[in-house]
């Protein structure tokens, strides 16, 4: 397994659920996601347990060389008795609203990749 090094540059994003909201952290080692938070704001007890597991279970993925594809695949789409609607948008569980953060996380990155390639053509 790869070791946690003292500090690590993150991102936290903000996502609502049927539960209150879900803040989602994401550490970055080495320009790639290393670690995750997932901590429910103001609802404690088992849902912020449970948030914190899922957290903590997609960090160990991804220090032993999980894929941030395999984890969304794997939570995306877990549904529960509480969904929220946004917009047009659904948001089905608190695996699914993490789900949606990493989506998010994962096509903001390839989208500035992209720009920094298309940069460096021009040079």
Same mark, same amino acid.
């Given at each position: 397994?790869?070791?946690? =090094?003292?500090?690590?540059?993150? $991102? +936290? %994003?903000?996502?609502? +659920?049927? @539960?209150?909201?879900? @803040?989602?952290?994401?550490?970055? /080692? #080495?320009?790639? =996601?290393? $670690?995750?938070?997932?901590?429910?704001? /103001?609802?404690?007890?088992?849902? %912020?347990? /449970?948030? $914190?597991?899922?957290?903590?279970?997609?960090?160990?993925?991804?220090?032993?060389?999980?894929?941030? #594809?395999?984890?969304?695949?794997q939570l995306e789409d877990i549904a529960d008795d509480k969904p929220l609607f946004?917009? /047009?948008?659904?948001?089905?569980?608190? =695996? #699914?609203?993490?789900?949606?953060?990493?989506?998010?996380?994962?096509?903001?990155?390839?989208?500035?990749? #992209?720009?920094?390639?298309?940069?460096?053509?021009?040079?």
């Amino acid at each position: 397994m790869e070791e946690r =090094p003292e500090s690590l540059m993150a $991102e +936290t %994003t903000k996502i609502k +659920t049927g @539960y209150g909201n879900l @803040y989602v952290i994401i550490a970055e /080692k #080495d320009k790639r =996601p290393f $670690e995750i938070f997932a901590i429910m704001g /103001k609802s404690g007890g088992s849902l %912020t347990a /449970k948030a $914190e597991a899922i957290g903590r279970l997609c960090s160990l993925a991804l220090r032993n060389g999980i894929v941030l #594809d395999e984890i969304i695949s794997q939570l995306e789409d877990i549904a529960d008795d509480k969904p929220l609607f946004i917009g /047009k948008k659904i948001v089905k569980s608190i =695996p #699914d609203a993490l789900a949606i953060v990493l989506k998010n996380y994962k096509e903001k990155k390839e989208k500035e990749n #992209d720009s920094k390639e298309k940069g460096n053509k021009k040079g």
